[in-house]
Structures are given as structure tokens and as C-alpha cells.
T-cell receptor, first 109, second 113 residues
């Protein structure tokens, strides 16, 4: 499985933006970049995904580097409910989501 | 209306017992999965079924056997439970294998004593 590297943890203040980096230097041309998050005591939840272009949805934005070797998940205004573990995953066309250790996001009130 | 539902939510059992965890999805998806999250919080895929056929079978002991009676259900049966089987087990489903997002259940916390 192609590997991603994320910081272990990040802290943010409520209502401020959060930028979560992810490095994936071994990404192949057909790998999609997926982000999931896991709130405490819940199952993982899909956040966003992209291939080459930047993507926006109601939860977050995904900025993908031009060489695709890194990406950044942007939470525009963090709330206490955004405290979770965020996983950056390279998904191939093979049914499998391979989770790493993720980034634990703490939001301060 | 819960998209992916698992039962039971909690399961405490003794070593050596046999137990099952049930999963149902009402999203009309073709693919279902079982993941295991251990005490260190790593999520690992165990099995995947597509239209009732097994397509992913990671290195999981033979004591674990998935069964898919139809494409909306994927159950996990575990024989001769061991202490190391204690974990949270998540069921998930997705429409396709490529770009589609996966939907996860709330998890079943299995404790073997």
C-alpha cells in the first residue's frame, strides 16, 4: 500500500481554520486521496476526496499539490465537534482503505 | 435511519466461546467490509465482499469467518475466542471499489475475558 505521513497531533482554537498536512511522495497516477475522520467512540466518517484538483464540500476543502506528493485538508472554522483523528489515505481501485495512525486534532474552546 | 448498523454494540464473552456480529446496510451498496481496531487504535481491514463474493481476505486467523447471505448483510463469526481478539470491529459499505466513499457502522466492542 502506498504510504502517507501525517503529524501525530495538532491543536487549534475554536472558530479558527485548521490545516492538516499529508505527505504521500510515492503516490501513483491512479491513486485517489481520501480523508476520513473518527470522532471519539464512533466509526470513521468520510470527509472528502480528490484526484488532482482542489475540492470543496460542506465539511472541508482539500488542496492537492501540483505534483500530488502532498495534500492539505482545511477545516475552515473549527468547532469542538471537529475534535477527532483525521486520516489521509491513498485509495487505489481495489476496494481497500488502508488507515495509518492519523492526526489527532484537539480544538480549544 | 441508520445507514450501516451493527449488532451488538458491546459483547463481553469468555475465552473459547463462539460469537457472531451482525451488520446490515440500507444504502444499496454492492461492497461490504469488516475492519478491526485494536487497543492502539490502528484500523485494519479484515474482509471485503462484493455482491456476496469474498474479494479481500487479509491475513486473519481461520477462526474468523465472514458470511454474506445477501448484499445488504455481512456477518462476522468468530470461533474459539482468544484474549487477543478483544477490539472494536467496524462494518462498512461502499458502492464501488474506486472513488466511492465508505460508510462505517458504529462499531462492536468485543471484550474477551
Amino acid at each position: 500500500d502506498a504510504k502517507t505521513t501525517q503529524p501525530n497531533s495538532m491543536e487549534s482554537n475554536e472558530e479558527e481554520p485548521v490545516h492538516l498536512p499529508c505527505n504521500h511522495s510515492t503516490i501513483s497516477g491512479t491513486d485517489y486521496i481520501h480523508w476520513y475522520r473518527q470522532l471519539p467512540s464512533q466509526g470513521p466518517e468520510y470527509v472528502i476526496h480528490g484526484l488532482t484538483s482542489n475540492v470543496n464540500n460542506r465539511m472541508a476543502s482539500l488542496a492537492i499539490a501540483e505534483d500530488r506528493k502532498s495534500s492539505t485538508l482545511i477545516l475552515h472554522r473549527a468547532t469542538l465537534r471537529d475534535a477527532a483523528v483525521y486520516y489521509c489515505i491513498l485509495k487505489r481501485n481495489d476496494y481497500k482503505l488502508s488507515f495509518g495512525a492519523g492526526t489527532t486534532v484537539t480544538v480549544r474552546a | 435511519d441508520t445507514a450501516v448498523s451493527q449488532t451488538p454494540k458491546y459483547l463481553v464473552t469468555q475465552m473459547g466461546n463462539d460469537k457472531s456480529i451482525k451488520c446490515e446496510q440500507n444504502l444499496g451498496h454492492d461492497t461490504m467490509y469488516w475492519y478491526k481496531q485494536d487497543s492502539k487504535k490502528f484500523l485494519k481491514i479484515m474482509f471485503s465482499y462484493n455482491n456476496k463474493e469474498l474479494i479481500i481476505n487479509e491475513t486473519v486467523p481461520n477462526r474468523f469467518s465472514p458470511k454474506s447471505p445477501d448484499k445488504a448483510h455481512l456477518n462476522l463469526h468468530i470461533n474459539s475466542l482468544e484474549l487477543g481478539d478483544s477490539a472494536v470491529y467496524f462494518c462498512a459499505s461502499s458502492q464501488d471499489r474506486g472513488t466511492g466513499e465508505a460508510f462505517f457502522g458504529q462499531g462492536t466492542r468485543l471484550t474477551v475475558v
